[in-house]
């Protein structure tokens, strides 16, 4: 009695905003999916069979509620709910109604089997899913970005007295391009929008990480500014600059490849499939 005390309750006050949605099971696929936008609805299931016993599953995992009227019996078994119609039924007909309430992230799930009166063998079988629609979801992006960096590398400069001196090489490196793969969380009901961006690049030799905000025109053109982390040649720290040394010390030995943050930018394309994807 509660329960058909609630379904009538939230027929009734939903049904003053509600949409409504009706299927009609002998003109449908066995399967059907679709997505739908945040709000209330009412659906209205029918069909005609040459029975009068069906078994329905419906998910629970949203706001939903079986609006059933009175004439209908209901009872458990196998976790199923069978819903047998104590009044004969005109020509056959099945017909059911459904509050759904989607919010974010929503799925509703009908199962819904159509059995045979004289064996209770399964005649047919219809499946209706409904999610809700996605307002933001992560794409991918692939691009150049210009790491601002300060890199100095050094080098051993031989002296007059036989010695060798650590000096700068002149290589005094301040912009560094990497290619790099994005992936932002857009607005989906926006063309035209800021989003919060994280990447990785790649060079030759090293990966990158990248965070920051991208603003997105047209939901494809990203231009994205942060802080990245990669490695750059620095000084080893065992030396310093000026230091005097007794014997040459090879490039590769002075210089050491550390991590460091720095600013960039980066400009990027989206990609319309997902590459992980074959």
């Not at 199962?111 to 629609?133: A, F, G, L, P, R």
């Not at 290619?179 to 989003?195: A, G, R, T, V, Y």
Request: include cysteine; glycine fraction near 6%.
């Amino acid at each position: 009695m509660k329960k058909l005390l609630l379904a009538s309750f939230l027929f009734y006050a939903g049904s003053i905003f509600s949409q409504e949605i009706t299927i009609n099971l002998n003109n449908m696929p066995r399967a059907i999916e679709e997505t739908l936008e945040k709000g209330e609805y009412i659906l209205n299931v029918e069909g005609e069979f040459e029975t009068d016993k069906y078994y329905i599953n419906y998910s629970q995992g949203i706001t939903s509620s079986l609006i059933d009227p009175l004439q209908t019996k209901i009872s458990k078994e196998n976790d199923s709910t069978i819903i047998i119609n104590s009044l004969p039924p005109q020509k056959d007909q099945f017909e059911k109604k459904f509050y759904i309430s989607m919010g974010n992230r929503s799925k509703f799930e009908l199962s819904i089997h159509v059995i045979q009166k004289e064996n209770d063998s399964i005649i047919q079988k219809h499946k209706i899913i409904y999610k809700s629609k996605a307002k933001r979801k992560w794409v991918t992006s692939l691009g150049v970005s210009s790491n601002f960096i300060k890199s100095n590398t050094y080098r051993s400069l031989k002296q007059d007295d036989d010695t060798y001196k650590i000096v700068k090489d002149g290589n005094n490196q301040k912009l560094q391009v990497i290619p790099l793969m994005q992936f932002s969380f857009i607005n989906l009901e926006k063309d035209n929008d800021f989003c919060l961006t994280g990447g990785i690049g790649f060079d030759t030799e090293n990966i990158s990480v990248f965070a920051g905000g991208s603003y997105y025109v047209g939901q494809n053109i990203f231009l994205t500014a942060g802080v990245s982390l990669h490695k750059q040649k620095q000084l080893n720290n065992l030396y310093n600059e000026n230091q005097i040394l007794t014997e040459a010390v090879d490039e590769s030995i002075i210089n050491k490849d550390y991590y460091r943050i720095n600013p960039f930018i980066s400009f990027t394309y989206r990609l319309s499939s997902n590459v992980f994807k074959k």
